[in-house]
């Protein structure tokens, strides 16, 4: 028996030293690689105690004529025999495992090394599409020129912005800036949202001498954020507004209304040979004492906060409207990235500490990262609201994706042939990576529908590229642009559309 023991105790020692200690993977491996692996494995363990307990068994009746003989011994026979099987087959198990998983990674790595060159190589021009650096047009406390400072043969209005569709709305927010630098400011004040009287209206700009309107970005189909400078003689105020219109039909008639955050402050002083412009520092006392504070907040600080009755904060949702929809943390504000990154970051409180909330906690250090850039002094959440969630924190509605939108479809990923024999059917892949990586390279005949970086403005009209009632294909090639697709995919039902399934192997296919 005591020899047993020992032979037990060695086995146990081996598995836990292969537990423990497996063999590093320097590249994390896609998760039905991982499901595949573990399930081959089991299959090897359970072959080889089949094989072996089937040597057992011969070696049993070979020997059973000298059976009486070996009584005394028989418990010892056996044990040694059971835990021979077992550590053979764990081993087993184990070395192809290991053989398994090298093979299966180096496969994927190649694959992978594939798809990079074919980003870095292929000639191929995409359609016109906004990419995210594009997309956040409000330079955070630029400098104006010198030529900003008015004469009398001056402008006393310029505006920068394009408006080559005579977009309504862009024609009305110029004309209301005109009309205050030209100081008809009873015209501006009607166009106005009319927050106080006319004469403390008109004391804001009496002053004011040239009016620049330097950026704008349309965020929806009623609301815009713009960047203009206002002058005083040598001084001058940068203003980053964001401004919801009311219309009468599609015509704008006022200012419904707008927050507006100072940018930078500055002057221009006479050198003696010239004028020099001259910028104030940060205009954001709260950020400029708190930017130290810590990126990220763990959900026992987070649940502290929440319980707490402190006032100085906000709880900023920045995931889809989809996500916001099927669940959400009470009393959060939801703005979404895109929107945040077209101008809409201007509305968070200068005065306040921002906490951001999102699935993962991969979007909410991105968006805490983006909103500092803006002296907004913005944190996130480790792990998301999944893991805030799992630890048991409040939640109205469901977390998970799969819970509402359980059908077999949201789970399909097509093969390569597979898809191939979609599309010569008439399906349309929709490719929803980012757009850098659709303009480096994509399939020949897909459309890009990079939701997590399309401003709620444009939504329609970059779902409008799909023809009326498609069958489609969303296409990705990674954990996070592979959640996007399953979004884009509701999103294109919503609009009519049927969806198959989604393909994350696009550098396969050419």
């Not at 026979?77 to 835990?83: M, V």
């Amino acid at each position: 028996m005591k020899i047993l023991k020992k032979v037990l105790s060695l086995t146990s020692f081996s598995l836990i030293c292969l537990l423990l200690f497996p063999k590093t993977v320097y590249a994390v491996p896609p998760p039905d690689f991982l499901f595949n692996v573990g399930a081959q494995i089991a299959q090897v363990f359970s072959i080889a105690v089949l094989f072996l307990g089937a040597i057992f068994s011969i070696s049993y009746k070979f020997i059973r004529t000298r059976w009486e003989a070996m009584k005394s011994k028989k418990p010892i026979f056996i044990g040694i025999s059971l835990i021979a099987i077992i550590g053979i087959s764990a081993g087993a198990a184990y070395l192809y495992g290991q053989y398994k998983q090298n093979a299966e990674y180096e496969e994927w790595l190649a694959e992978s090394q594939e798809y990079a060159d074919l980003e870095t190589e292929s000639t191929i021009k995409p359609p016109t599409i906004t990419p995210i650096s594009k997309i956040d047009k409000l330079e955070m406390g630029a400098t104006p020129t010198i030529s900003g400072i008015t004469t009398e043969e001056d402008l006393k209005f310029i505006s920068t912005i394009e408006n080559p569709d005579n977009d309504p709305t862009i024609d009305f927010i110029e004309d209301y800036y005109e009309a205050m630098a030209n100081q008809e400011l009873e015209k501006a004040y009607e166009m106005s949202k009319k927050s106080t009287n006319l004469k403390t209206f008109k004391s804001w700009y009496t002053n004011t001498t040239k009016i620049t309107l330097d950026n704008l970005v349309r965020i929806d189909n009623t609301t815009s954020s713009l960047e203009l400078t206002l002058y005083e003689d040598y001084e001058y105020t940068r203003y980053g507004t964001v401004m919801t219109l009311k219309f009468d039909n599609e015509t704008p008639t006022q200012v419904a209304s707008s927050s507006v955050r100072v940018l930078s402050k500055g002057g221009f002083a006479d050198k003696g040979d010239g004028l020099m412009a001259i910028k104030s520092n940060s205009t954001e006392p709260f950020f400029t004492a708190n930017e130290n504070n810590a990126l990220s907040i763990n959900n026992s600080e987070f649940k502290k906060l929440l319980d707490s009755n402190s006032t100085d904060y906000i709880v900023l949702d920045a995931r889809e409207d989809l996500e916001y929809e099927n669940g959400h943390l009470d009393g959060s504000t939801h703005i979404r990235f895109a929107d945040l990154r077209a101008g809409k970051w201007i509305e968070i409180p200068a005065d306040k500490f921002v906490y951001v909330l999102c699935w993962s906690g991969i979007r909410g250090q991105e968006v805490a990262e983006f909103l500092r850039t803006k002296d907004v002094v913005a944190s996130y959440l480790e792990g998301g609201a999944t893991e805030w969630v799992a630890w048991g924190g409040a939640w109205t509605g469901n977390i998970n994706f799969v819970q509402k939108y359980s059908e077999e479809k949201y789970k399909k990923l097509f093969t390569t042939p597979q898809v191939k024999v979609q599309v010569k059917n008439g399906a349309v892949l929709v490719d929803c990576r980012e757009p850098e990586k659709f303009e480096n390279w994509h399939i020949s005949g897909s459309v890009s529908i990079p939701i997590m970086h399309t401003p709620t403005k444009d939504l329609d009209e970059t779902f409008a590229q799909v023809p009326s009632g498609s069958k489609v294909i969303t296409v990705c090639d990674g954990y996070v642009n592979c959640f996007d697709a399953k979004i884009t995919a509701v999103g294109l039902e919503e609009r009519g559309h049927e969806f198959l399934g989604r393909y994350n192997k696009p550098w396969e296919y050419e």
